[in-house]
């Protein structure tokens, strides 16, 4: 393992084949991975609106029982994604833990030119004492093994009522009717 602690901050909404190579690779390259799930709505974007309670839903029904190499993540579902990263990190920093820890997030550029990663974690890049423990994990959407499927994507096809564009963007490890039942819970 490369990494004792991997974190992952995550809306999700709707979690699919991207956000699964994430958690995938997290798992194999840290002992241990922290997923913090966001359980709030998504209302923005003129793409399908889906509420956190569908989310938790269907996280407790589909995705966190059915996943595969899940022996080492803890799936935490609570406040806001990437607050829970720095409260986590402020812990461990307070206990003066001694432990390599990477946080994995897509590889997005903000409107100001700058990595998703950089906005969020500015902080953490400039503070000396994470120079030697924390890494960033960026993954590229659609480079090598990983999936080129967005978020927005998802919410447009399911907006349009896509099935098939919905249900081939899911984690592969679900099977057809999951893939079916879970299309028909967001629409709901």
Do not use: C, H
């Given at each position: 393992m490369k990494y004792d602690l991997g974190l992952i901050p995550m809306s999700a909404k709707p979690f699919h084949a991207g956000h699964y190579y994430l958690v995938q690779k997290a798992a194999a390259e840290c002992s241990r991975v922290k997923l913090f799930i966001g359980t709030g709505n998504r209302n923005k974007g003129g793409t399908a609106k889906i509420t956190g309670e569908k989310m938790l839903y269907l996280w407790k029904n589909f995705y966190e029982p059915?996943?595969?190499?899940?022996?080492?993540?803890?799936?935490?579902?609570?406040?806001?994604?990437?607050?829970?990263?720095?409260?986590?990190?402020?812990?461990?920093?307070?206990?003066?833990?001694?432990?390599?820890?990477?946080?994995?997030?897509?590889?997005?550029?903000?409107?100001?030119?700058?990595?998703?990663?950089?906005?969020?974690?500015?902080?953490?890049?400039?503070?000396?004492?994470?120079?030697?423990?924390?890494?960033?994990?960026?993954?590229?959407?659609?480079?090598?093994?990983?999936?080129?499927v967005s978020g927005t994507a998802m919410r447009k096809a399911l907006s349009y009522y896509d099935t098939l564009t919905f249900t081939s963007g899911l984690p592969s490890y679900l099977d057809d009717r999951q893939k079916i039942d879970i299309f028909n819970i967001l629409l709901k």
């Open positions: 059915y996943m595969p190499n899940k022996e080492n993540i803890e799936f935490i579902y609570e406040g806001v994604p990437v607050r829970n990263v720095y409260e986590e990190l402020d812990e461990l920093k307070t206990q003066n833990a001694n432990i390599s820890i990477a946080v994995y997030s897509g590889n997005e550029i903000e409107r100001n030119g700058k990595s998703l990663i950089w906005n969020r974690y500015k902080r953490l890049i400039n503070d000396p004492y994470w120079q030697n423990i924390l890494t960033f994990v960026s993954v590229d959407r659609g480079v090598e093994d990983s999936p080129d």
